[in-house]
C-alpha cells in the first residue's frame, strides 16, 4: 500500500513562495499520475494541479496558473509543488494523492479518481 508523507507547509506573507513535497513509500509512483488538492476550513476538498504518469501533461484549477507549478522526482519518487506568488486564498491544508489506475490517459479533478491521500501539510498565507 503507499504512503504519502507532505512536508514543505509554513505561514508566509502575501507574495511570498513555497515549495511542498510529497514523499511516496511501499510503491514504486513513476507509472502513476499524481495530484494536489486542498481544503480550506468549512470548504470542500479541491482540485489544485495534477500531473501525467510520463509528466507530459499537468492541469491547473485557474485560480493558481502562473503562479503555482507541480513536478515529479521519480528516482525520490517525490512530486513536488512549487507555489509562487502566494495569496490569502490560497491558505489551506495541502494533500498529495495517487492515481487509482496506473498509466490512466488524461487528468483528473474529482477526488474519488484518486486512491491514496496523504495527511496534509498546512500552507497559511497572511495579508
Known amino acids: 500500500q503507499v504512503q504519502l508523507v507532505e512536508s514543505g507547509g509554513d505561514l508566509v506573507q502575501t507574495g511570498d513562495s513555497l515549495r511542498l513535497s510529497c514523499a511516496a513509500s511501499g510503491g514504486a509512483i513513476s507509472l502513476y499520475s499524481m495530484a494536489w488538492f486542498r481544503q480550506a476550513p468549512g470548504k470542500e476538498r479541491e482540485f489544485v494541479a495534477a500531473?501525467?504518469?510520463?509528466?507530459?501533461?499537468?492541469d491547473y484549477r485557474d485560480s493558481v496558473k502562473g503562479r503555482f507549478t507541480i513536478s515529479t522526482d521519480n528516482a525520490r519518487n517525490t512530486v513536488y509543488l512549487q507555489m509562487n506568488n502566494l495569496k490569502p486564498e490560497d491558505t489551506a491544508l495541502y494533500h498529495c494523492?495517487?492515481?487509482?489506475?496506473?498509466?490512466?490517459?488524461?487528468?483528473?479533478?474529482?477526488?474519488?479518481?484518486?486512491?491514496?491521500w496523504g495527511q496534509g501539510t498546512q500552507v497559511t498565507v497572511s495579508s
Open positions: 494523492t495517487v492515481d487509482r489506475f496506473r498509466g490512466r490517459m488524461g487528468l483528473k479533478r474529482a477526488p474519488y479518481e484518486y486512491a491514496y
Open positions: 500531473i501525467s504518469w510520463n509528466g507530459r501533461d499537468t
